[in-house]
């Protein structure tokens, strides 16, 4: 699929680039972006191309039907391990020394690399644990 940049693709990735680390569905992409000019129609073609291009990730939560998005496109974001919360959604990078540890850890006892731009760890984070 060839990729235009039109002005619609401009306002989804003007947007996405505000809302990394965020685990984004189509309904909140769409809600946010009624009244901005972008047909929904665009919207879900835009995201299809954005993540063939691996600018996006697609998340889905156990007993959640909804398709989730994060936004990768970022320096920052490529590279990192994230963890993800499966009771608030909220998704951040895990800290530099535990993907370190992590890593080394998996490729000396188990002979096993990582590939850190499509790692997500899931669990429970410290405010939903409250």
Known sequence: MKNYHTQQRTLLLDYLHTHI????STSDILEAMS??????????RNL??????????????PGDRRTYYQFVDEDECRGQIHISCIRCGKTVH???????RLQK??????????????????????????
């Open 48 to 61: 299809a191309s954005l993540e063939a291009e691996g600018r996006l990730h697609r998340i889905s939560r």
């Open 21 to 24: 680390d965020e685990n984004l």
């Open 94 to 100: 895990a800290s530099p020394n535990v993907c370190e």
């Open 35 to 44: 009244g901005s000019g972008i047909s929904k129609s665009a919207v879900y």
């Open 105 to 130: 850890t998996l490729e000396n006892e188990d002979s096993f690399e990582i590939d850190r731009s499509e790692t997500v760890i899931y669990g429970i984070c410290k405010e939903c644990r409250k």
